[in-house]
Every structure is written in structure tokens, then in C-alpha cells.
């Protein structure tokens, strides 16, 4: 898996020297230097993706730290697509349900504390379901595994001295 493009669609500053800390199941760990300061992500992408769409880009669902920034646990998910505007998407895991506002082609949880319960409940789960709605209004159902994921959030939280 490569996520390298995830920090050109993330943020349009000065991102450089992406290392990767490890291959960790169905998650990977990377750290890299942005406008001088140490930030790190984990990332997967979908095992199963469902959907009656003609074309759809990579999708992957990201966890990342920025401890310049005091930020940490970072929740996002990259549809491949558009969102439908005004839409919302819906991650599963287990009984948890979390309810995530989109823009263009990303998701994200609403504040800190959503984004603290869902790596929470990735820490705890074996599966994750993201639910959505493309801007052609195609429903969507992206099916993760969370094999590795700990280990993988274990690998950056070390990186970033967190």
C-alpha cells in the first residue's frame, strides 16, 4: 500500500521525507516532516468496496498526529469519489456507530472527543463499515480491517513521541 498522496490531497504546505515505520497487518505506519515539525499517519485501505459506481479513485481511511499542532488521533476517511453535498457518513464498528461530516472527497469526525472514541473503538474492533454517498448520489459500503491497526497506531504514537 502506498499513501504517499494522502499528504498532497491533506494539506497544500511543504510536506516532505515520508518515511514508512512498518507494515503492520492490513495497516501501515509513516511518519514525515511538515514545515519543519514531525507529524505521523496510519492508513489502510478498504478490504471489500460496494457500490454500484462506473469509476471510483482509492479509498483508504487515515489516523494522524500533529503534536506541533497539538493534534492527535485524526480520523479521515478518502472516498475516491465526491460526497454528495450536505451528506454525512456512517462508520460502524461492533455496536458504534459514528456519524462523520464530509467535504469534497474526505470525511471527518466532528471534534477531538468523536475523533478519541472512534480510534477507541479501532483499537477494540476487528472491522470497520464506512457508509456513504457520492455526489451522484451511489450509495457506498467500504468494508476495513482492523488487523494491525494497534500495532500500527502503537509505531506512530512512538514516532511522534506521543
Not at 85 to 107: C, Y
Not at 110 to 139: F, H
Amino acid at each position: 500500500m502506498v499513501f504517499a498522496g494522502f499528504l498532497a490531497w491533506n494539506q497544500p504546505v511543504a510536506s516532505q521525507g515520508i518515511q514508512r515505520l512498518g507494515d503492520f497487518e492490513d495497516w501501515n505506519a509513516y511518519q514525515f516532516t511538515e514545515n519543519g515539525n514531525i507529524a505521523c499517519y496510519v492508513a489502510s485501505e478498504p478490504k471489500k468496496a460496494e457500490g454500484k459506481y462506473k469509476k471510483r479513485g482509492d479509498a483508504f481511511s487515515i489516523v494522524t498526529h500533529r503534536p506541533s499542532e497539538s493534534r492527535r488521533d485524526e480520523v479521515s476517511f478518502i472516498a475516491g469519489y465526491t460526497y454528495k453535498k450536505d451528506s454525512s457518513v456512517e462508520v460502524s464498528i461492533g455496536d458504534e456507530a459514528f456519524k462523520l461530516f464530509t467535504q469534497g472527497d474526505g470525511a471527518w469526525a466532528p471534534d477531538k472527543e468523536a475523533d478519541a472514541a472512534l480510534v477507541a473503538a479501532m483499537i477494540k474492533g476487528r472491522g470497520m463499515v464506512v457508509r456513504g454517498v457520492s455526489s451522484r448520489g451511489t450509495k457506498t459500503v467500504d468494508s476495513y480491517s482492523l488487523n494491525g491497526f494497534t500495532k500500527a497506531y502503537k509505531a506512530i504514537n512512538k514516532a511522534c513521541g506521543l
